[in-house]
Nanobody, 127 residues
Framework: QVQLVESGGGLAQAGGSLRLSCAASGGAFSSYVMGWFRQAPGKEREFVAGITWSGASTSYADSVKGRFTISRVNAKNTVYLQMNSLKPEDTAVYYC????????????????????WGQGTQVTVSS
């Protein structure tokens, strides 16, 4: 079965950087859109960034545009989220997710369109 394992979370100061990784196994990683989502306490899970199967297209939430970069290395079955200029409001549990439509060219932002999820990694940004 598909397994996704996130790593790289932790504590950072405002203005600092963190790099999240998500290692996938058990499925054809290179064929699917991958997404990063986050959920803060008391809030709904929200889309952060997504990348198509080839890496040719990316999409970002307005709140992270210009600060976060999503990338993937299909040979390593891994997707990354480079987070720069972190803000306290970026504090959340970050999840990676895999879509279920092979070779899709559009990136959906609704969590319900991603059937596979990792366990999440905590990111805390102090002011």
């Amino acid at each position: 079965q598909v397994q996704l394992v996130e790593s790289g979370g932790g504590l950072a100061q405002a203005g600092g950087s963190l790099r999240l990784s998500c290692a996938a196994s058990g499925g054809a990683f290179s064929s699917y859109v991958m997404g990063w989502f986050r959920q803060a306490p008391g809030k709904e899970r929200e889309f952060v960034a997504g990348i198509t199967w080839s890496g040719a297209s990316t999409s970002y939430a307005d709140s992270v545009k210009g600060r976060f970069t999503i990338s993937r290395v299909n040979a390593k079955n891994t997707v990354y989220l480079q987070m720069n200029s972190l803000k306290p409001e970026d504090t959340a549990v970050y999840y990676c997710a895999r879509s279920n439509t092979a070779y899709a060219t559009s990136i959906l932002t609704w969590p319900g369109r991603y059937p596979y999820w990792g366990q999440g990694t905590q990111v805390t940004v102090s002011s």
